[in-house]
Nanobody, 122 residues
């Protein structure tokens, strides 16, 4: 099992950028597909992006495609989410998660971080 800790959230103006990091401890980071999810107040947690075991394959929600980039560094046990051209509707708590499957389904991720708040002002 891996333990995950997110960092890098904060307050940014619309059009700005943030880079989120998720550091993993424990065993076998490179054996997990990694995903980023987000949850806005009053809404369900939703998929944002995922990256494959080695980092070669990525997949994004339509709402962030072309603006966000997910990547991973297996030597550093870290996954990143570069967020550009941020919009107020991107405001949410962002979570990283680990899965043994290449999936976008929340229920198929079995390790989660505590979340980091991202607030985009208009």
């Amino acid at each position: 099992q891996v333990q995950l800790i997110e960092s890098g959230g904060g307050l940014v103006q619309a059009g700005g950028s943030l880079r989120l990091s998720c550091a993993a401890s424990g065993r076998g980071f490179s054996r997990f597909h990694m995903g980023w999810f987000r949850q806005a107040p009053g809404k369900e947690r939703e998929f944002v992006a995922r990256v494959s075991l080695g980092g070669a394959s990525t997949f994004y929600a339509d709402s962030v495609k072309g603006r966000f980039t997910i990547s991973r560094d297996n030597a550093m046990n870290t996954v990143y989410l570069q967020m550009d051209s941020l919009k107020p509707e991107d405001t949410a708590v962002y979570y990283c998660a680990a899965s043994v499957l290449p999936t976008i389904a929340t229920r198929q991720y079995n390790a989660w971080g505590q979340g980091t708040q991202v607030t985009v002002s208009s």
